[in-house]
């Protein structure tokens, strides 16, 4: 099947707009991760999903980044105020079950956001 | 705080040369250690190891690691200019059993 799909594949802002990355995962993984990468950076773990809910939100930087999955299959990740600092590539990956060491996590292509 | 470092941060090889890539790690409650290949933007899984020894292959890549002296390495035989991208060394621990640590990469590059 699919594998996981980010939409846009690029957007530019300016500083202080909001904005919306959404993520469409491998069909039947109830599991969920956003990371941020950053150049020459390997990715961060921002938050992960179980289901509908966040079961781990702990590598969200502030309180103007925040992300749902409210069916518990896609997920938006939202930035309100941006600010030039959360340039960077935003990417999504799913697994089937979450919480496993033999787990495998699969990743989409990300989003390249740019804040001008 | 879990550290995982991999070296070299870059590498250029010609083709058909072996290449070794290396990963090392400082993981509370260790669980398993993921290679992943990254070509522009998507991450491509390529191994997990969670058992000292074991050496994992796919075609001319190859891994194994070492829970002892707590590192991996990834190796690439008869390398191709397709085999040109960042490699990645993921960890997972228990403590976050589903939260990823990357180390910054290698950046491979191989020449015709």
């Known amino acids: 099947g699919a594998g996981v799909s980010q939409t846009p594949s690029n957007k530019v802002t300016e500083k202080g707009k909001y904005v919306e990355l959404r993520c469409d995962p491998i069909s039947g993984h109830t599991a969920l991760y956003w990371y941020r990468q950053s150049l020459g950076q390997g990715p961060e773990f921002l938050i992960y999903?179980?289901?509908?809910?966040?079961?781990?939100d702990s590598g969200l930087p502030n309180d103007r980044f925040f992300a749902v999955r409210p069916e518990g299959s896609v997920s938006t990740l939202k930035i309100q105020r941006t600010e030039r600092g959360d340039s960077a590539v935003y990417l999504c990956a799913s697994s089937l079950a979450g919480g496993s060491s033999t787990d495998t996590q699969y990743f989409g292509p990300g989003t390249r956001l740019t804040v001008l | 705080e879990d550290k995982v470092v991999q070296s070299p941060l870059s590498l250029v090889v010609h083709e058909g040369d072996t290449v070794t890539l290396n990963c090392s790690y400082e993981v509370t409650n260790f669980r398993s250690l993921l290679w992943y290949k990254q070509e522009k933007k998507a991450p491509t899984f390529l191994f997990m190891l969670?058992?000292?020894?074991i050496e994992k292959k796919s075609g001319r890549l190859s891994s194994i690691l070492d829970k002892k002296e707590l590192f991996s390495i990834l190796n690439i035989t008869a390398t191709q200019t397709g085999d040109s991208a960042v490699y990645l060394c993921a960890v997972l621990n228990s403590n976050s059993g589903y939260a990823l640590n990357f180390g910054k990469g290698t950046s491979l590059l191989v020449t015709p």
């Open positions: 969670t058992s000292s020894g």
């Open positions: 999903f179980q289901g509908t809910g966040a079961a781990d």
